[in-house]
């Protein structure tokens, strides 16, 4: 059976997504439908002015194709993108929704759309909330996120407050290997999980975690120092 195949995603910063979208569908397709046609966009799934999905539709009804998508959120987030689809009464089917029908599909396009608008809304909401309580400065960063500049300046602001967490933590993982004299990941994350030291993201510690830490901040090097024992994992 003939088939085409439409892709998306918001940003091109979500090219691996590209990547696993095709192969979902490829392998969705094998010995079931011929995908005679790739139509792949980056746009934001609430426009509707989508160059390549209109081109997929054009192509199926002139050649009696399928329309194969991932998943419904990745053939849009509007209602009316949805209706226009079913307009066009041509057949489509969802990798991850196989069964659902027309109808049940109108009525969760309204429903993912009312959701990007009610999260809009409280990002909204709590923007103007920190505005009012002049607490604003950890947002600023945020609304400059759209460009260039304020990307770059949002990812030096995360590696200074990881640093900064990081240089903690290494003090204490030194501190146990000066103390025990060897260094054994198992042994040091059981440690400073019993002084209740979390990671930077507040988990707790595991062997591979501060393997990382050991060898990004070159700890082992106490090991020549204090004449240690060898490394054991």
């Known amino acids: 059976m003939k088939a085409v195949a439409y892709i998306r995603t918001s940003t091109k ?15 969705f397709a094998l010995n079931k439908y011929i995908i005679e046609q790739k139509f792949i966009e980056q746009i934001s ?3 509707d002015n989508r160059k390549e999905l209109l081109r997929a539709i054009d192509y199926c ?3 009696n194709a399928t329309l194969i998508c991932k998943s419904i959120d990745r053939l849009g987030r509007k209602s009316s993108t949805i209706q226009q689809i079913y307009d066009s009464s041509i057949n489509i089917i969802f990798v991850e929704n196989q069964n659902i029908d027309r109808f049940t599909l109108q009525i969760l396009s309204v429903v993912y759309e009312n959701e990007v608008t009610v999260t809009r809304n409280r990002i909204k909401q709590t923007m103007d909330k920190l505005r009012a309580e ?5 947002t600023k960063i945020g609304t400059r996120n759209f460009s260039t500049k304020g990307r770059s300046e949002g990812a030096n602001a995360t590696k200074k407050l990881y640093s900064y967490k990081n240089k903690n933590i290494v003090l204490s993982i030194e501190n146990i290997i000066l103390k025990t004299k060897q260094v054994n990941y198992l042994a040091i994350s059981n440690e400073l999980n019993k002084l209740k030291t979390k ?4 988990m707790d510690f595991k062997p591979q975690q501060v393997k990382r830490l050991v060898q990004r901040y070159s700890l082992t090097k106490l090991l020549t120092e204090y004449n240690t024992a060898p490394l054991s994992h």
């Open 61 to 63: 009804k002139k050649n």
């Open 45 to 47: 799934g609430r426009k």
């Open 199 to 202: 990671t930077i993201n507040g």
């Open 13 to 27: 910063r979500q090219d691996n997504s590209l990547v696993i979208q095709e192969n979902i569908i490829t392998s």
């Open 134 to 138: 002049n607490n604003w400065e950890f």
